[in-house]
């Protein structure tokens, strides 16, 4: 019974994810810096990067990362993360602006090197 309580106050991820970009739009932030770190095996695996945005649109990171994505990106990712019904799943938001500041993924408990998320955090908005 307990259990069930639990599961009916918990907020969803969906709308968890909804509240959070609301946050973020109502936010107007379109030029900022940030540090990701994205987590995956790969070569770029957990090497902070300062990715740079204006005008909503990423402009640079240094180091260089592929993954270098603005904060709708991320919410896109986030968003990918829960439609595909992974085996594990934990995520947070920035509880002013709302930014996804960490995801950690684990699509098949029983899988080897498919894991990923990220950390972001350190948003600063600048100057256009």
Request: hydrophobic share 35%; glycine share 8%; with cysteine.
């Amino acid at each position: 019974m307990f259990l069930m309580l639990l599961a009916c106050v918990t907020p969803q991820p969906t709308a968890e994810l909804d509240d959070a970009e609301q946050r973020w739009a109502e936010a107007g932030i379109t030029d900022y810096t940030y540090t990701l770190t994205w987590q995956c095996f790969c070569p770029e695996g957990g090497t902070p990067s300062a990715v740079e945005v204006q005008g909503g649109e990423v402009v640079g990171s240094t180091p260089e990362l592929p993954e270098a994505s603005t904060v709708e990106g991320l919410f896109d990712t986030v968003r990918s993360a829960i439609e595909s019904d992974p085996d594990a799943f934990d995520v947070s938001y920035d509880a002013v602006l709302g930014y996804p500041t960490m995801l950690d993924v684990d699509p098949m408990a029983n899988a080897m090197d498919e894991e990923y998320g990220f950390e972001a955090k350190d948003l600063t908005e600048s100057s256009p």
